[in-house]
């Protein structure tokens, strides 16, 4: 069975770093671009930042330069690196990856909780 598994978010102060980890686990073949997104309560779900198998990123415009995703293909992980992090970032944070297990489509984590508060 194919999963994703996010790790690392908690309580932050403003101005303070969290490193987010996802690691995709189970029959996989392939895992095309791998992704993060937030959803804040009473908000819809956004999209963060996204990387493509070649490397290639995309940042919303409220994280650029201060957000870096960054994925290891041998560990089948995506990373994403949180620096000046703003109250405004209090959220869950979801994993999403394309894959190829028993078919290719569209898979989410379960999330983790991001808060940013003094």
């Known amino acids: 069975q194919v999963q994703l598994v996010e790790s690392g978010g908690g309580l932050v102060q403003p101005g303070g770093s969290l490193r987010l980890s996802c690691a995709a686990s189970?029959?996989?073949?392939?895992?095309?671009?791998m992704g993060w997104y937030r959803q804040a309560p009473g908000k819809q779900r956004e999209l963060v930042a996204a990387?493509?198998?070649?490397?290639?990123?995309n940042y919303a415009d409220s994280v650029k330069g201060r957000f870096t995703i960054y994925r290891d293909n041998a560990k089948n992980t995506v990373y994403l690196q949180m620096n000046s992090l703003k109250p405004e970032g209090t959220a869950v944070y979801y994993c999403?990856?394309?894959?190829?297990?028993?078919?290719?489509?569209?898979?989410w984590g379960q999330g983790t909780q991001v808060t940013v508060s003094s």
């Open positions: 189970g029959s996989i073949f392939s895992i095309y671009a």
């Open positions: 990387i493509t198998s070649g490397g290639s990123t």
């Open positions: 999403h990856a394309d894959m190829t297990g028993r078919d290719t489509r569209g898979y």
